[in-house]
Protein backbone atom coordinates (compact mmCIF):
# COMPACT_ATOMS: atom_id res chain seq x y z
CA UNK A 1 0.00 0.00 0.00
CA UNK A 2 1.07 3.54 -0.58
CA UNK A 3 2.88 5.35 2.29
CA UNK A 4 0.55 8.29 3.21
CA UNK A 5 2.48 11.43 3.59
CA UNK A 6 1.38 14.32 5.27
CA UNK A 7 2.57 17.11 2.77
CA UNK A 8 0.37 20.10 4.44
CA UNK A 9 1.95 19.22 6.84
CA UNK A 10 5.09 19.35 5.66
CA UNK A 11 4.85 22.91 3.90
CA UNK A 12 3.73 24.05 7.24
CA UNK A 13 6.35 23.15 9.03
CA UNK A 14 8.65 25.24 5.94
CA UNK A 15 6.45 27.98 6.41
CA UNK A 16 6.68 28.70 9.69
CA UNK A 17 10.54 28.74 9.54
CA UNK A 18 10.49 31.82 6.64
CA UNK A 19 11.76 34.46 7.63
CA UNK A 20 9.90 36.89 5.07
CA UNK A 21 10.25 37.94 1.59
CA UNK A 22 11.28 34.98 -0.20
CA UNK A 23 10.66 34.60 -3.81
CA UNK A 24 8.17 31.68 -4.98
CA UNK A 25 7.96 30.48 -8.33
CA UNK A 26 4.48 28.90 -8.68
CA UNK A 27 3.52 26.51 -11.51
CA UNK A 28 0.00 27.12 -12.54
CA UNK A 29 -2.23 24.66 -14.31
CA UNK A 30 -4.90 26.69 -14.63
CA UNK A 31 -6.57 30.52 -12.83
CA UNK A 32 -9.14 28.60 -10.82
CA UNK A 33 -6.35 25.75 -9.56
CA UNK A 34 -4.15 29.03 -8.55
CA UNK A 35 -6.75 31.06 -7.17
CA UNK A 36 -6.98 29.46 -3.56
CA UNK A 37 -3.20 28.44 -3.78
CA UNK A 38 -2.07 32.38 -4.45
CA UNK A 39 -5.11 33.29 -1.71
CA UNK A 40 -2.79 30.59 1.03
CA UNK A 41 0.31 31.48 -0.31
CA UNK A 42 0.71 35.13 -0.47
CA UNK A 43 0.89 36.11 3.12
CA UNK A 44 4.46 34.23 2.98
CA UNK A 45 5.80 34.71 -0.32
CA UNK A 46 6.94 36.76 -3.33
CA UNK A 47 5.18 34.92 -5.39
CA UNK A 48 5.43 34.93 -9.47
CA UNK A 49 3.00 32.56 -11.66
CA UNK A 50 4.55 30.84 -14.47
CA UNK A 51 2.32 29.00 -16.94
CA UNK A 52 3.84 26.43 -18.68
CA UNK A 53 1.30 23.99 -20.20
CA UNK A 54 2.12 22.57 -23.40
CA UNK A 55 -0.81 19.62 -22.36
CA UNK A 56 -3.35 21.86 -22.96
CA UNK A 57 -5.19 21.07 -26.37
CA UNK A 58 -6.82 22.91 -28.62
CA UNK A 59 -4.50 25.90 -28.70
CA UNK A 60 -7.81 27.99 -28.71
CA UNK A 61 -8.01 26.04 -25.16
CA UNK A 62 -4.99 26.63 -24.00
CA UNK A 63 -5.33 30.74 -24.61
CA UNK A 64 -8.62 30.89 -22.70
CA UNK A 65 -7.06 29.27 -19.87
CA UNK A 66 -3.86 31.87 -20.05
CA UNK A 67 -6.06 34.87 -20.11
CA UNK A 68 -8.11 33.30 -17.56
CA UNK A 69 -4.85 33.06 -15.18
CA UNK A 70 -3.75 36.80 -16.16
CA UNK A 71 -7.20 37.65 -15.70
CA UNK A 72 -7.15 36.25 -11.44
CA UNK A 73 -3.98 37.96 -11.05
CA UNK A 74 -5.29 41.29 -11.95
CA UNK A 75 -7.62 40.91 -9.84
CA UNK A 76 -6.30 39.65 -6.89
CA UNK A 77 -3.40 42.40 -7.35
CA UNK A 78 -6.24 45.10 -7.58
CA UNK A 79 -8.52 44.08 -4.58
CA UNK A 80 -5.63 43.25 -2.12
CA UNK A 81 -3.34 46.03 -3.52
CA UNK A 82 -0.59 42.65 -4.02
CA UNK A 83 1.93 42.29 -6.54
CA UNK A 84 1.54 38.83 -7.97
CA UNK A 85 4.06 38.32 -11.29
CA UNK A 86 3.32 36.20 -14.18
CA UNK A 87 5.27 34.53 -16.78
CA UNK A 88 4.37 33.64 -19.79
CA UNK A 89 5.20 30.62 -21.94
CA UNK A 90 4.98 30.07 -25.69
CA UNK A 91 2.25 27.27 -26.54
CA UNK A 92 4.39 24.28 -28.32
CA UNK A 93 2.12 21.45 -27.76
CA UNK A 94 5.26 18.96 -30.00
CA UNK A 95 6.82 19.40 -26.23
CA UNK A 96 3.79 17.70 -24.40
CA UNK A 97 3.77 14.87 -27.23
CA UNK A 98 7.38 13.97 -27.06
CA UNK A 99 7.25 13.24 -23.44
CA UNK A 100 3.82 11.13 -23.31
CA UNK A 101 5.37 9.12 -27.00
CA UNK A 102 4.03 6.08 -26.67
CA UNK A 103 1.25 6.65 -24.43
CA UNK A 104 -1.18 8.04 -26.00
CA UNK A 105 -3.87 5.65 -25.06
CA UNK A 106 -3.45 5.57 -21.96
CA UNK A 107 -6.25 7.03 -19.40
CA UNK A 108 -6.21 10.07 -17.11
CA UNK A 109 -4.05 9.06 -14.04
CA UNK A 110 -1.61 7.25 -15.78
CA UNK A 111 1.99 6.86 -16.04
CA UNK A 112 1.40 9.92 -19.26
CA UNK A 113 0.52 12.09 -16.50
CA UNK A 114 3.59 10.92 -14.30
CA UNK A 115 5.54 11.93 -17.85
CA UNK A 116 3.16 15.03 -18.25
CA UNK A 117 4.04 16.61 -14.67
CA UNK A 118 7.60 15.81 -14.64
CA UNK A 119 7.94 18.19 -18.13
CA UNK A 120 6.11 20.74 -16.20
CA UNK A 121 7.89 20.37 -13.69
CA UNK A 122 11.02 20.64 -14.79
CA UNK A 123 10.79 23.46 -16.61
CA UNK A 124 9.27 25.71 -13.86
CA UNK A 125 12.31 24.19 -11.33
CA UNK A 126 14.68 25.19 -14.40
CA UNK A 127 13.13 28.71 -14.65
CA UNK A 128 13.22 28.97 -11.06
CA UNK A 129 17.39 27.98 -10.40
CA UNK A 130 18.30 30.36 -13.37
CA UNK A 131 16.41 33.18 -11.86
CA UNK A 132 17.32 33.59 -8.43
CA UNK A 133 14.04 31.59 -7.42
CA UNK A 134 13.82 30.38 -3.36
CA UNK A 135 11.63 27.74 -3.61
CA UNK A 136 9.47 26.61 -6.89
CA UNK A 137 6.07 24.61 -6.52
CA UNK A 138 2.68 23.76 -8.19
CA UNK A 139 -0.93 24.31 -8.24
CA UNK A 140 -1.49 20.48 -9.64
CA UNK A 141 -2.40 19.28 -6.21
CA UNK A 142 -5.28 21.34 -5.76
CA UNK A 143 -6.99 18.72 -7.99
CA UNK A 144 -8.41 15.59 -6.07
CA UNK A 145 -7.98 13.78 -9.44
CA UNK A 146 -3.52 14.32 -9.61
CA UNK A 147 -1.51 12.23 -7.60
CA UNK A 148 -0.01 14.03 -4.86
CA UNK A 149 2.66 11.11 -4.26
CA UNK A 150 3.51 11.69 -7.70
CA UNK A 151 3.99 15.26 -7.88
CA UNK A 152 5.89 15.84 -4.48
CA UNK A 153 8.07 12.72 -5.41
CA UNK A 154 8.68 14.74 -9.19
CA UNK A 155 9.37 17.67 -6.79
CA UNK A 156 11.62 15.70 -4.95
CA UNK A 157 13.73 14.33 -7.41
CA UNK A 158 14.41 17.38 -9.14
CA UNK A 159 15.23 19.76 -6.18
CA UNK A 160 17.64 17.27 -5.38
CA UNK A 161 19.41 17.33 -8.88
CA UNK A 162 19.45 20.85 -8.30
CA UNK A 163 21.11 20.86 -4.92
CA UNK A 164 23.96 18.60 -6.32
CA UNK A 165 24.58 21.31 -9.02
CA UNK A 166 24.53 23.90 -6.34
CA UNK A 167 21.53 25.78 -7.00
CA UNK A 168 19.73 27.38 -3.75
CA UNK A 169 15.86 26.77 -5.15
CA UNK A 170 13.98 24.31 -3.37
CA UNK A 171 11.07 22.63 -4.35
CA UNK A 172 7.74 23.59 -1.69
CA UNK A 173 6.25 19.92 -1.49
CA UNK A 174 2.59 20.96 -0.88
CA UNK A 175 -1.13 19.37 -1.05
CA UNK A 176 -3.01 22.10 -1.92
CA UNK A 177 -6.61 20.31 -1.51
CA UNK A 178 -6.01 20.34 2.48
CA UNK A 179 -7.23 23.01 4.64
CA UNK A 180 -10.44 23.54 1.96
CA UNK A 181 -7.91 24.23 -1.02
CA UNK A 182 -10.52 22.12 -3.18
CA UNK A 183 -13.55 23.80 -2.37
CA UNK A 184 -12.05 27.39 -1.63
CA UNK A 185 -10.82 27.21 -5.34
CA UNK A 186 -14.14 26.78 -6.35
CA UNK A 187 -16.24 29.41 -3.86
CA UNK A 188 -13.05 32.19 -5.45
CA UNK A 189 -13.77 30.94 -9.18
CA UNK A 190 -17.61 31.80 -8.60
CA UNK A 191 -16.13 34.80 -7.03
CA UNK A 192 -13.92 35.94 -9.42
CA UNK A 193 -16.20 34.44 -12.22
CA UNK A 194 -13.19 32.49 -14.02
CA UNK A 195 -14.00 29.88 -16.60
CA UNK A 196 -13.72 26.38 -15.23
CA UNK A 197 -12.54 23.67 -17.68
CA UNK A 198 -14.45 20.08 -17.85
CA UNK A 199 -11.41 18.42 -18.74
CA UNK A 200 -7.31 18.08 -17.27
CA UNK A 201 -5.90 18.97 -20.71
CA UNK A 202 -5.31 16.08 -23.08
CA UNK A 203 -8.07 14.20 -24.18
CA UNK A 204 -6.66 10.63 -26.03
CA UNK A 205 -8.56 11.33 -28.93
CA UNK A 206 -7.28 14.62 -29.27
CA UNK A 207 -3.39 13.85 -28.57
S1 LIG B 1 -4.81 13.92 -18.36
FE1 LIG B 1 -3.97 15.89 -17.66
S2 LIG B 1 -2.17 15.38 -16.39
FE2 LIG B 1 -2.70 13.56 -17.60
S3 LIG B 1 -1.43 13.72 -19.44
FE3 LIG B 1 -3.39 14.67 -19.96
S4 LIG B 1 -3.12 16.84 -19.50
FE4 LIG B 1 -1.44 15.75 -18.49
Known amino acids: ME ?3 DYNKIMNK ?3 ELSGGEKLLLHSCCGP ?3 SVIERLSKFFDITVYYYNPNIFPKEEYEKRKSEQIKLISLINNKYNSNIKFIDC ?3 NQEFKDAICGMENLGEGSKRCWNCFKLRLEKTAKIAAENGFDFFTTTLSVSPHKNVNWICEILTDIGNQLEKKGFKTKPLLADFKKENGYLRSIE ?3 E ?3 YRQNYCGCTP ?3
Open 90 to 92: DYN
Open 205 to 207: NKI
Open 33 to 35: CSS
Open 192 to 194: FEL
Open 3 to 5: QKI
Open 188 to 190: LSK
Open 14 to 16: VLS
